[in-house]
């Protein structure tokens, strides 16, 4: 059965945004709504997920998160071990298994960008990123309210902690640190 909701356009933006492809249609079954989102594998599976929820956008953003949380990558690779080597599926365990990770980092990297559209971010607020360059090597930081900084093991999640916390479109201002002392 069909319904003649559609997600936001702010939502599909995101969805789009971060790689999938949707095309904001809610669908309904059995009293519940869905959306199916797809997206490329790097090793070039036509990856889906439908995402049920309760038809609000609210609920969607829930969704979203509840599918990151519990994407299991040993059960996503248990699905294609029977089909190794055989109509273009890779027959490397290995690749299987990195292929599942892309997905769960992919599924994570999008509930964050969509639960960045709940936080209200005043557009005097700004977040700090602060790379600082030393014998040790590269480090991230970002500000943190209180005016410390906390420290990220890269720049990626230094990237996925400003998203969650100021949400996708929050501007970030870059401190760039060069010390070489003796």
């Known amino acids: 059965m069909s319904s003649n909701k559609i997600l936001p356009e702010e939502i599909v933006n995101i969805i789009e945004n971060e790689g999938f492809s949707c095309n904001g249609k809610i669908s309904k079954q059995s009293g519940e709504y869905y959306v199916e989102i797809f997206q490329g594998t790097p090793l070039g599976e036509d990856w889906n997920e439908t995402i049920w929820f309760d038809g609000s956008k609210e609920s969607f953003i829930e969704a979203v998160r509840n599918r990151a949380n519990i994407f299991d990558v040993d059960e996503e690779v248990e699905i294609w071990i029977p089909c190794r ?98």
């Open 85 to 182: 080597g055989e109509n273009g599926c890779p027959s490397s365990i290995e690749a299987l298994v990195e292929d599942a990770k892309w997905k769960e980092e992919q599924i994570e990297k999008l509930a964050d960008a969509l639960e960045g559209l709940n936080r209200s971010v005043s557009t005097e607020k700004k977040a700090i990123l602060r790379i600082v360059v030393n014998y040790a090597g590269t480090q991230f930081f970002t500000k943190e309210e209180d005016g410390y900084f906390k420290q990220h093991e890269s720049l990626e999640t230094a990237r996925d902690y400003i998203i969650h916390e100021y949400g996708a479109d929050v501007e970030i201002e870059t401190e760039t640190n060069i010390r070489f002392t003796y």
